[in-house]
């Protein structure tokens, strides 16, 4: 096991990450990071530092600060000024939506994965999904998030106990299982527990953090602003893209249940018109011809039915 910059010397991964690190980063960008930041200087280091700790060393981390107004900007500045990866652009205020929008813009990778700020990575990330998607020809490789960190979590904030930073095992990619399909609506869904899914294969939720994909497939589909719930109008689009899915459902990724973020600080009333324009938008695009049948059968049963339900609900709660 090990944390962030403290790779075993002996390690096939450091010496890879160490290998001609400055050609591989003029030559060629395997992998775009898309971060929005947004006061969060709290946890951006983390997050960078989860980056600059992987065990692949070809990439360009494309952080907008959205207006910050918390010392987040000098930390990005920071480390942009001691590693010309770390591109970092100064905006104002104008929501996770339109940074992420403006982000795309600037992708020049191979791959694009994204990431929120108050969230980190495992090391070996990069590495594993490259392996996948490159040896399958795929469009993405999905994983997952690290339930156990969150669980943990949120169980140190209720104890009002600090956050912490677990250990990573190293991962030996060569007994990684995998699923590889060319037909994500079999895996795709909404629900937290499908009853006609595999659960080791399935695609659970609309998070834009939980993949890694081939850039020339998503790059243009951009997020809705001004609203919560956008990435559900945008996974819905990104799906009719993917031709082929490798599906490892590792748990590369480190969610941060952040109760300061802008999902929890939303008043109820703002959440409900939020997903009731993320539907309307979601719906418009599966009535484009291009879409088969097949698609929009699944698409619904597996995420404008569950989203219905969820608006439902929460227009039968009292703001």
Known sequence: MWGFGSFPENSVLLLKARKFTKLLIIFVIMISIVIPVYNVSRYLSRCLDSILAQSVSDWEAICVDDGSTDGSSAVLDSYAA???????????????????????????????????????IHPQTFEICLNHIERNNSDAVMFTYNRKYRTLTIIRHFLHLGDYLPLFPLI????????????????ATEYSHPEDIDIRWAVKHCQPWRGLFRAERIKDITFIPEIIYEDFPWWSEVLLQLRKVSIINLPLYFYYPNTKGYIFSSSQ???????????????????????????????????????????????????
């Open 172 to 187: 030996d990619d060569s007994k990684v299982s995998e699923k590889v399909s060319d037909d994500i609506f079999e895996w």
């Open 82 to 120: 001691n590693d010309s990866r770390i591109k970092v652009f100064h905006t104002t205020n104008q929501g996770a939506s339109r940074a992420r929008n403006f982000a795309l813009k600037k992708v020049t990778g191979t791959y694009l994965m994204m990431i929120d700020s108050d969230d980190f």
């Open 269 to 319: 009333q703002y959440r409900i018109d939020s997903l009731r324009k993320a539907i309307d938008s979601a719906e418009k695009i599966y009535t484009d011809e291009s879409v088969t049948a097949y698609q929009k059968q699944m698409w619904t049963k597996n995420f404008l039915v569950p989203f219905r339900n969820k608006l439902a609900k929460k227009t039968s709660t009292p703001l």
